[in-house]
């Protein structure tokens, strides 16, 4: 621990009377539920793989439940997820000739 007047010129909530978290240097979270969400389901519908046995393609999310965040913690950004979906798919399968 910083001795009085030694310590990072950041920390300086202590100086303010309102007492604000300047340059959000403590702690913040905003929720990125929402965003991510749709962010999923745009990445995942449409999604195809194929291989020489045939081709799968994402159709529908039909279950999106969870929750995102974003932390920054003295400048740093933390992310925290955590997703559970369940998504239906259209198999295609090729015939060798």
Same mark, same amino acid.
């Given at each position: 621990m910083a001795k009085w007047g030694e310590g990072d010129p950041r920390w300086i909530v202590e100086e303010r009377a309102d007492a604000t978290n300047?340059?959000?240097w403590h702690w913040t979270e905003r929720d990125a539920t929402n965003w991510s969400s749709d962010k999923l389901k745009s990445l995942l519908l449409g999604l195809s793989v194929e291989?020489?046995?045939?081709?799968?393609?994402?159709?529908?999310v039909s279950k999106l439940d969870g929750e995102a965040s974003i932390n920054n913690r003295k400048g740093k950004l933390i992310f925290f997820?955590?997703?559970? &979906?369940?998504?239906? !798919?259209?198999?295609? &399968?090729?015939?060798? !000739?």
């Open positions: 300047v340059n959000n291989d020489d046995e045939g081709a799968c393609e994402v159709t529908e997820y955590e997703w559970n &979906l369940k998504h239906d !798919t259209q198999q295609l &399968l090729r015939l060798s !000739t």
